[in-house]
Antibody
Framework: EVQLVESGGGLVQPGGSLRLSCAASGFTFSLYSMSWVRQAPGKGLEWVSFIAGGSSGTYYADSVKGRFTMSRDNSKNTVYLQMNSLRVEDTAVYYC????????WGQGTLVTVSS | DVVMTQSPLSLPVTLGQPASISCRSSQSLVYSDGNTYLNWFQQRAGQSPRRLIY???NRDSGVPDRFSGSGSGTDFTLKISRVEAEDVGVYYC?????????FGQGTKLEIK
């Protein structure tokens, strides 16, 4: 069974940084691309970033480009989202998901950017 | 970016009756490999989204067969043949053919 467990969310001031992690199990992690998707309170879903299986390529939404960096450690079956220069509008639940077509999702981790 | 437009945004349905959600894309979703990466997700209150349908019409494991997807090019539909109480939630279409992958606004299904 595929399991994705996010961690690292919390309260941070505008301009601050956070690193989210997503630990994966139940599938051959290195063979799969991974994604981060976020959902602001009461709003819809927004794609944030995508990383290919071999870390050969990463893609970002314009809203986070230059501020967020997605990476992966295939030896630890984990993907990361380093978030810098955080803004109030980055407040959301952040989900990691398997593959570009979002086969399976984690439970999400809440990031709150507020002074 | 490809804009995904869902309708209706609110869908009150009587139990046991059918329901249909439309999703239109601003450009064709046929990818260079010949596949059309149009997916449907269900999000119940307080839960993570769950994929129901991938590549237009393929049901994910464990998804009841009352859910079906159809369409091509830029015009897609999710149908529920007979709505049950557990189907209440928000439904999103999503395209994975063109980066930036994008979602529709969501359709809130409720029981009338």
């Amino acid at each position: 069974e595929v399991q994705l467990v996010e961690s690292g969310g919390g309260l941070v001031q505008p301009g601050g940084s956070l690193r989210l992690s997503c630990a994966a199990s139940g599938f051959t992690f290195s063979l799969y691309s991974m994604s981060w998707v976020r959902q602001a309170p009461g709003k819809g879903l927004e794609w944030v970033s995508f990383i290919a299986g071999g870390s050969s390529g990463t893609y970002y939404a314009d809203s986070v480009k230059g501020r967020f960096t997605m990476s992966r450690d295939n030896s630890k079956n984990t993907v990361y989202l380093q978030m810098n220069s955080l803004r109030v509008e980055d407040t959301a639940v952040y989900y990691c998901a398997q593959n570009g077509n979002l086969d399976s999702w984690g439970q999400g981790t809440l990031v709150t950017v507020s002074s | 970016d490809v804009v995904m437009t869902q309708s209706p945004l609110s869908l009150p349905v009587t139990l046991g009756q059918p329901a249909s959600i439309s999703c239109r894309s601003s450009q064709s979703l046929v990818y260079s490999d010949g596949n059309t990466y149009l997916n449907w997700f269900q999000q119940r209150a307080g839960q993570s989204p769950r994929r129901l349908i991938y590549k237009v019409s393929n049901r994910d494991s464990g998804v009841p067969d009352r859910f079906s997807g159809s369409g091509s090019g830029t015009d897609f539909t999710l149908k529920i043949s007979r709505v049950e109480a557990e189907d209440v939630g928000v439904y999103y279409c999503m395209q994975g053919s063109h980066w930036l992958y994008t979602f529709g606004q969501g359709t809130k299904l409720e029981i009338k």
